[in-house]
């Protein structure tokens, strides 16, 4: 059985950094295509990047409102996908899903940005 | 980058109804379209991907249609437990998510 589990997620200042992590199971997760989206409370979800896995060259894109400020990196030996998140404004408040291809979602983590 | 325009943003119907949902795409997405159902405080589920394909055990009261710009979702003879909200996504370039559809009882 595939699972995602998310963790990392809590209340962080304006201007902030935090680093989310998505372990995975069930699956060899070093072949997979792995993403982050999130959804603001109340709204619709949002993209927020993804990461090939290495024989695919291991390459991160985003989302143009995270760009520069978000990374995306994996752990194959550890089965972990992280979302490190810098100069973080309220706008990235979210629960944040990592997912792997369309089928496979975690339960989310919240990431409050407040001051 | 791509956009989805999903719509109606929200529709009330009965038990046993027909539902359509549509979706349009600012450029032309093949069959690389997706459907998403989500209820609160979860994450969302996948109920059909490549524009017409059924997720393993999605009741096939639900099925997907359309190409190129334009998309469909139908739900047939809607049960309570459809209500819900749904959305659209493009894969065919990253991903973007319509604004979501949600429905609600009459």
């Known amino acids: 059985e595939v699972q995602l589990v998310e963790s990392g997620g809590g209340l962080v200042k304006p201007g902030g950094s935090l680093r989310l992590s998505c372990t995975g199971s069930?699956?060899?997760?070093?072949?997979?295509?792995m993403s982050w989206v999130r959804q603001a409370p109340g709204k619709g979800l949002e993209w927020v990047g993804r990461i090939k896995s290495k024989t695919e060259g291991g390459t991160a894109d985003y989302a143009a409102p995270v760009e520069g400020r978000f990374t995306i990196s994996r752990d194959d030996s550890q089965n972990t996908l992280y979302l490190q998140m810098d100069s973080l404004k309220t706008d990235d408040t979210a629960v944040y899903y990592c997912?792997?291809?369309?089928?496979?979602w975690g339960q989310g983590t919240l990431v409050t940005v407040s001051s | 980058d791509i956009q989805m325009t999903q719509s109606p943003s929200s529709l009330s119907a009965s038990i046993g109804d027909r539902v359509t949902i549509t979706c349009r795409a600012s450029?032309?997405?093949?069959?690389?379209l997706n459907w998403y159902q989500q209820k609160p405080g979860k994450a969302p589920d996948l109920l059909i991907f490549g524009t017409s394909t059924l997720q393993s055990g999605v009741p096939s009261r639900f099925s997907g249609s359309g190409s190129g710009t334009d998309f469909t979702l139908t739900i047939t003879n809607l049960q309570l437990e459809d209500f819900a909200t749904y959305y659209c996504?493009?894969?065919?370039?990253?991903?973007?998510f319509g604004q979501g559809t949600k429905v609600e009882i009459k």
């Open positions: 996504q493009q894969s065919f370039n990253t991903w973007t």
């Open positions: 997912v792997r291809y369309f089928a496979y």
């Open positions: 069930g699956f060899i997760f070093g072949n997979a295509l």
């Open positions: 450029q032309n997405i093949i069959d690389n």
